[in-house]
């Protein structure tokens, strides 16, 4: 039987809890070369891991969490059986995944930063914290978990951030968004979007389709959930340049940057505000997500429906299917400095964002919304189209106008796949299962 309610005490805090702003986070990958050292690193990971049950006083907004790869249960013994009870794409990793992902060309796995995609990606730490300072104190309780231990090895970090601003580094506010999960404490950030059944973010719990995943063993499973992530590199000076050679104005250079996304750069949604900014609106988060498409703008008018934001979560729009079993926790982290701005000519600086997503279907969160939403327009009637910030090649992009809609053709790559992962994150009580393995 799954529990009545959330176990919030077992689940990571990493899962549910949207991150403070502004924030520092650093990725620290291992490659477990000891399979008792493995074992022994779950042990002390689980203690420093954070939970889900409300925490309080000064380290609420700190957080460690913890990932670990289909290669990295195999390294730490976890039994066969045990890991094709998991999600076959986890069991496949990203870089096998790579067509389905539209990871080619300069963004196929042989081009990636390694050790991203390879087998020796077995762990990966995840600490955030709301500032520099914070950061460093919590990566040192981390770094007590892999000290002296030879059997590990760091083999990759990632420091990245967000910033006051919130803004990514195409200058568009980000993390506005978070569904409400039933359960979780957490609201949602849509008020005309009911809470999401547990199930659609954690093992062990039921789903919007009224059903409960469960692995075997079922405490390796209960309460974990997979996350997807991904270093996507940003062509700012790229994409900069595009918006001007495309717009008579500065004006119309925003506007076309905002039909990209969906929402003007200070965050504030065409669907609300379709022809000017309004930055107040952008910065209240008690408005700037409560909207809809389809009641007001099924043509999409006002929201491009090939927009980033519309094709990612179409919300109540007439698409095949039900819209909610593809919702994903999609969290954006800045890595590298902002190109300054009113730079046009690239640096040759590497800067971009660490994208993470957070459910517990792969296939029809995450895979589905890259490979079907992003990377394809069959579901809003344009099958030539793409995405226009993020997808893969060939990207065509309409902006549906009276009398005749803008078309835009040919429309450069600005988003470069680096690497990526998909991470098994257990809950607290499976991380202490496989510290202490005895196969
Ligand atoms: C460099 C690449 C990307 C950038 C710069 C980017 C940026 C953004 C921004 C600024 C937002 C609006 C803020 C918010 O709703 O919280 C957003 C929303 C979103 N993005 Fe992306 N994104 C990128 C890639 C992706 C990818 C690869 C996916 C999925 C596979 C994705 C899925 C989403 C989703 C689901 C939303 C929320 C839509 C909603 O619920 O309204 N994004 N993105």
């Not at 990606?121 to 231990?149: C, F, G, K, S």
């Not at 495309?246 to 940057?257: D, F, I, Q, R, T």
């Not at 999409?300 to 429906?305: D, E």
Request: glycine share 10%; charged share 25%.
């Amino acid at each position: 039987m799954e529990p009545t309610a959330l176990e919030l005490d077992d689940i990571q805090s990493g899962v549910l809890r949207p991150r403070p702003t502004p924030y520092a986070a650093a990725y620290i990958a291992f490659r477990i070369d000891d399979r008792e050292t493995g074992r022994e690193l779950m042990k002390r990971v689980s203690k420093v891991v954070t939970s889900a049950a409300n925490p309080r006083g000064p380290l609420a907004d700190v957080s460690v969490s913890v990932a670990v790869t289909c290669k990295g249960l195999e390294a730490l013994g976890v039994p066969q059986d045990a890991i094709d009870s998991l999600s076959w794409e986890f069991r496949q990793g990203m870089a096998a995944r790579a067509h389905e992902l539209g990871d080619f060309g300069e963004s196929a796995p042989e081009n990636w930063e390694q050790p991203l995609g390879s087998s020796d990606l077995h762990v990966v730490l995840v600490v955030v914290a709301p500032d520099q300072q914070q950061l460093a104190a919590a990566r040192d309780r981390a770094r007590e978990t892999y000290r002296n231990m030879p059997g590990i090895k760091a083999i990759w970090h990632q420091d990245c951030h967000a910033l006051e601003t919130e803004r990514e580094q195409f200058g568009f506010r980000d993390g506005i968004r978070h569904p409400a999960i039933e359960g979780s404490g957490v609201p949602g950030t849509n008020p005309q979007e009911a809470p999401f059944k547990a199930g659609e973010f954690v093992l062990g719990y039921r789903d919007e389709m009224r059903g409960v995943q469960r692995t075997e063993p079922d405490i390796l499973g209960r309460n974990g959930t997979y996350v997807a992530f991904r270093k996507l590199h940003q062509r700012v000076a790229e994409f900069r340049r595009y918006l001007k050679a495309h717009s008579k104005s500065v004006e119309a250079e925003e506007l076309l940057a905002a039909q990209m996304m969906g929402r003007w750069r200070s965050g504030a949604p065409l669907a609300l505000c379709p022809m000017h900014d309004d930055a107040a609106l952008g910065a209240d988060p008690q408005r700037n997500n409560d909207f809809l498409f389809e009641a007001g703008d099924p043509g999409g008018f006002k929201t491009p429906t090939g927009s980033h934001m519309r094709r990612c979560n179409p919300r109540d729009a007439s698409i095949a299917g039900v819209a909610r079993i593809h919702r994903m926790i999609r969290r954006g982290t800045a890595y590298g400095p902002p190109l300054p701005d009113g730079v046009m000519v690239d640096d040759g600086v590497d800067r971009g964002i660490i994208f993470a997503f957070v459910g517990a279907f792969i296939g029809r969160q995450f895979e589905f919304v890259q490979s079907q939403w992003i990377n394809d327009g069959i579901f809003i009637g344009a099958d030539r189209d793409k995405d226009p910030l993020c997808g893969s090649h060939d990207i065509n992009f309409s902006v549906p106008k009276k009398p005749v809609r803008r078309r835009l053709q040919g429309i450069p790559r600005f988003v470069v796949t680096r690497g990526g992962e998909y991470g098994f994150m257990p809950g607290l009580k499976a991380l202490r299962w496989l510290g202490e393995l005895e196969t």
